[in-house]
């Protein structure tokens, strides 16, 4: 069983950065793929970003490549979300997630946060 805690969403700027943060309980957090997703108002959850367990070998969506960097540190049991260049379109709860797949599909993960709501402002 894991346990995810996120933190760091807020208010921004277009042009801005943020970064998220995703706490994990346990102490298997290594075994696990994590990935980040969002969803906006009136739409499906989306795959965002996504990290292998160890060796830090990453995954983006389209949308967030050369924008967004996701990384982990297993010692801390914590992942990150490191967004720069926000667009208004990047409006969205975040969420985190852990799974045992290296995977960009909603159903491939067992695990989720409760959200931290990010909000870019044009």
């Known amino acids: 069983q894991v346990q995810l805690v996120e933190s760091g969403g807020g208010l921004v700027q277009a042009g801005g950065s943020l970064r998220l943060s995703c706490a994990a309980s346990?102490?298997?957090?290594?075994?696990?793929?994590m990935g980040w997703f969002r969803q906006a108002p009136g739409k499906e959850r989306e795959f965002v970003a996504r990290i292998r367990r160890i060796g830090g070998s990453t995954y983006y969506a389209d949308s967030v490549k050369g924008r967004f960097t996701i990384s982990r540190d297993n010692a801390k049991n914590t992942v990150y979300l490191q967004m720069n260049s926000l667009k208004p379109e990047d409006t969205a709860v975040y969420y985190c997630?852990?799974?045992?797949?290296?995977?960009?599909?909603?159903?491939?993960?067992?695990?989720w946060g409760q959200g931290t709501q990010v909000t870019v402002s044009s």
């Open positions: 346990g102490r298997t957090f290594s075994t696990y793929v």
């Open positions: 997630a852990a799974g045992p797949s290296y995977s960009s599909e909603v159903m491939s993960y067992d695990y």
